[in-house]
């Protein structure tokens, strides 16, 4: 939303849009379900937001019940909590569904979304949630794990203390490794409301997942046998590859196409 003569936070020129420190520019609010990055001038010590592409989620999302249950509980929260942070740990199995989970409750949250880079400093990071103030968002800091031994958390736990913040935060993180989880987020619900860990798909997943995909659906059974008893790593990305193909090459037994793909054996 654009306008000429209000009072908003933002000045947007362009596809630019800076917190409003002067008058040039057009007066700009952050739009609900739209996605923006962040970029830092450190000559100007200048934060910039620039509109990104919308999150995009696959034609069919496979979750469970207690998925569906986990995402709405979430949302109820954070629609409950008054200016304050609500952290959400998305950690585990690579190709699990960790990152479709994440776009789907910042999507449903329809709140701006906010993309943070790992190579943005925590300082500044925390001066972006200080400039943010009283407006709602949902930021999204993807694979915390891999930010490093030298990244300074005081910042981070900062933030999700709410020091030096208002309005409502939703702040959504996706780890592939516990072990490199600062130990001041683990066990501290007032910095991390909700942790899902992703395990291995469970057997009605894969089931569905190969329903669906599979063009033979005599193969169901078969395939979901060879599947639980063959991978090592049962995942949504493994599932699916394997399918696909099954489907584009159906003389091949599972076992040659397992041979044949980058799989890991149980």
């Known amino acids: 939303m ?7 936070k933002f000045i947007k020129v ?3 849009i800076s917190f409003k420190f002067s008058t040039d520019g057009l007066d700009y609010d952050l739009q ?3 996605v923006y990055t962040v970029s830092y001038d450190r000559y100007e010590e200048k934060l910039t937001l620039s509109e990104a592409p919308s999150l995009k989620l696959p034609e069919k999302v496979y979750s469970s019940e207690s998925d569906d249950k986990f995402m709405k509980k979430i949302l109820n929260r954070f629609q409950k909590s008054k200016d304050e942070v609500t952290g959400v740990m998305l ?13 789907k409750i910042a999507l449903d949250s329809n709140l701006p979304i906010i993309l943070i880079d790992k190579s943005l400093y925590p300082s500044v990071l ?9 407006v709602d968002v949902c930021a999204i800091i993807d694979e915390i794990d891999k930010l490093g031994e030298d990244y300074d958390d005081s910042y981070l736990l900062k933030i999700l203390d709410g020091i030096n913040s208002s309005g409502r935060k939703l ?7 516990d072990d490199m989880i600062s130990e ?5 619900c007032s910095r991390i409301r909700y942790w899902r860990e992703f395990d291995e798909m469970n057997k009605e997943l894969i089931k569905s997942i190969l329903e ?8 169901v059974k078969s395939v979901l046998d060879f599947i639980v008893s063959r991978f090592g790593c049962v995942s949504f990305d493994n599932v699916s590859s394997f399918a696909q193909e099954i489907n584009e090459n159906p003389k091949d037994t599972f076992e040659e196409l397992f041979n044949d793909m980058n799989l890991s054996v149980k």
């Open 2 to 8: 654009e306008k000429k003569n209000n009072k908003g």
């Open 14 to 16: 362009g596809n630019s």
């Open 32 to 34: 609900p379900g739209s």
């Open 91 to 103: 950690s585990g199995l690579k190709g699990s569904g960790k990152t479709v989970m994440c776009k």
């Open 126 to 134: 925390c001066k972006l949630f200080n400039l943010l103030e009283d």
């Open 171 to 177: 702040m959504l993180f996706t780890c592939n490794n």
């Open 184 to 188: 001041f987020l683990i066990d501290r």
């Open 212 to 219: 669906d995909r599979l063009n033979d659906k005599n193969e």
